[in-house]
């Protein structure tokens, strides 16, 4: 993990320039949706440099986790700007939550378990921390159904696996099954390799 976080600190910098097209063409209106959804008390993992912030109901109050300081500190800038005092933010890895069990309501994880090194064990630990009938919303990319889209992924994979240890081949909803949830829906956004999945516990 720490070999991961090193990458991350080091693309912090140029991260937000470099998802910027695909940002205003598709992921933020993929982020509004999902975060209208997020109610109570909140946790995101993988909070990254704080895209969701601007999205998040004015009602919720936000625990935000990432294990790169280099993005927590991009984060802490835009929480600032935008004037979010319902927002913490943390140092955190996803697989070692310091949380007491059964502490939130909703889960909220965007692009993140693409990059967990051991996916499984984080989706765990997030099911730990939320209450029983909690709701977990993921908005991930994974390995699509058909072969024909998955020739491309197989082909960015090792790209993106040296870039900033993401794999683009992950099969994230059933690792959120193997996890203990349940899913409640799936909305495929990007053909169905960007999926919005809502879960509970």
């Known amino acids: 993990m720490a070999e991961t976080a090193k990458k991350y600190d080091k693309f912090s910098k140029i991260y937000d320039s470099f998802e910027s097209l695909m940002e205003r063409r598709a992921f933020s209106k993929y982020r509004k949706k999902a ?41 802490e800038r835009r929480r600032k700007e935008l ?31 693409c990059t967990v090194p051991n996916p499984i064990k984080g ?31 197989y082909l960015m994979d090792p790209i993106t696996k040296a870039l900033v240890g993401t794999s683009m081949v992950r099969e994230t909803q059933k690792n959120i099954e193997k996890a203990g949830f349940k899913i409640e829906k ?9 999926r919005l999945i809502i879960a509970t516990k």
Request: negative net charge.
């Open 83 to 113: 004037g979010l005092e319902n927002v913490k933010l943390m140092l955190m890895d996803v697989q070692n939550l310091e949380f007491e069990d059964e502490m939130f309501d909703t889960i909220v994880s965007t692009f993140v378990f």
């Open 35 to 75: 975060l209208s959804l997020a109610r109570g008390k909140v946790l995101e993992v993988g909070v990254g440099t704080g895209k969701n912030l601007p999205y998040y109901p004015k009602d919720v109050e936000v625990i935000g986790i990432d294990f790169s300081k280099g993005m927590l500190e991009k984060a």
């Open 123 to 153: 989706l765990k630990e997030v099911y730990r921390v939320l209450k029983p009938g909690g709701k977990a919303i993921f908005l991930e990319h994974m390995k699509s159904k058909s072969k024909l889209l998955n020739i491309l992924l």
């Open 186 to 194: 799936v909305e495929n956004l990007f053909f169905d390799i960007v």
